[in-house]
């Protein structure tokens, strides 16, 4: 597609994805930069949209956190809903000390359901750096509970699952 139609947002988008994956950050960057600089045509605004995310992540990934922070106050004030741009935010902050911006995002991160024990491990390791450290320790203490219960309970059905195939290949036998 890319040598047909060379400024192709969709195709841009694909390979930039790709070369995140890889963490191949420079050479996503160059796929990505394209997509948001070409023509607003309805068709690719989400395209452009997710563009500017992965862009983000790509300057993260390249270290370049005040670029990357610029980029992810951009795509929040398009998506504030995505809860990978609220923990980015909030590493990037804790990058520049700054502890209790920081907490904030961990935080918004974790309410919006980012599934991962990251920003939780991260917030207790700034709080000692933050006036208000025992709510925020209350916090993660309530925050990792439910964490652990959800890790059993999909833990649990795993093991569920294993069983109910043991069984069918008891009875196909």
Known sequence: ILSVDPKNPA????????????????????????????????????????????LARAEFGLKNFKRAKELL????????????SYYLLGYILEKEKDFARSAKFYQDAIRLGFGSIEPISRLLKISYFIKEKDAIIKYIIVKYKAFKKGFLRTKRLS?????????????EK
């Open 159 to 171: 093991l569920k699952k294993e069983n109910q195939i043991k069984g069918l290949d008891r009875t």
């Open 73 to 84: 106050l951009r795509y929040l004030a398009i998506e504030p809903l995505q809860a990978q």
């Open 11 to 54: 195709c841009l988008l694909g390979l930039g994805n790709i070369a995140l994956e890889r963490r191949d950050f420079k050479k996503a960057k160059e796929y990505f930069c394209p997509i948001l600089t070409s023509g607003n045509h309805k068709l690719f605004t989400k395209v452009k949209k997710q563009s500017l995310f992965d």
